[in-house]
């Protein structure tokens, strides 16, 4: 198990361009749907959790869904998977990044990756969305998050505490009617 584990965090990883809001819908497809090793209410939960912790949500995401899966060893062996072909990769760029810096190939070649790198996010944004079962409420609570980060530039840390406060009051509100 957890050989399938490294190898799958180890493919995520590999083959996923654009950090980790491009490495989700992977993520998902490898966790959720493939090996079906956690569901998807979970992998909502674990996505959100991945964002408000510190550092990368790809590495955050592998913590997590290893140690629901194999406890500290499962988090620390999906954690390598997930790190190491990125390690490996900037080892090798920073070794020969000065002989390619000024190739107009290269160049075209990052310039088509990006398009796709937002479709990915975009993808895992509606999956997340669709998954969530959120209700008009907090629909209009995330678009209303939404706007207020675009536009009042606040730090998304702000948004999540905000989150935080008007979740603990709204569902204490709402079982107290009950």
Not at 6 to 24: C, D, Y
Not at 66 to 86: D, H, Q
Not at 121 to 134: C, D, M, T
Not at 155 to 177: D, E, F, H, R
């Amino acid at each position: 198990m957890l050989l399938k584990m490294f190898l799958t965090f180890l493919k995520i990883g590999a083959f996923t361009f654009g950090g980790g809001f491009a490495m989700i819908p992977i993520i998902q497809e490898e966790v959720v749907n493939k090996n079906k090793w956690i569901k998807d209410e979970e992998f909502v939960d674990t996505i959100s959790v991945a964002q408000s912790s510190p550092g990368p949500i790809a590495v955050n995401a592998s913590i997590f869904v290893g140690y629901k899966i194999k406890g500290f060893l499962g988090a620390l062996v999906s954690t390598i998977g997930t790190v190491l072909p990125s390690f490996i990769t900037i080892l090798i760029i920073a070794r020969f990044f000065s002989y390619f810096r000024d190739n107009i190939i290269f160049e075209k070649v990052f310039m088509g990756i990006r398009p796709a790198v937002v479709a990915l996010i975009f993808s895992a944004l509606y999956r997340l969305v669709y998954k969530s079962y959120l209700g008009y409420i907090a629909l209009g609570f995330a678009f209303l998050a939404t706007l207020i980060l675009i536009f009042f530039k606040i730090s998304p840390i702000y948004m999540v505490l905000l989150g935080i406060i008007v979740s603990v009051i709204y569902n204490k509100n709402l079982k107290s009617k009950t």
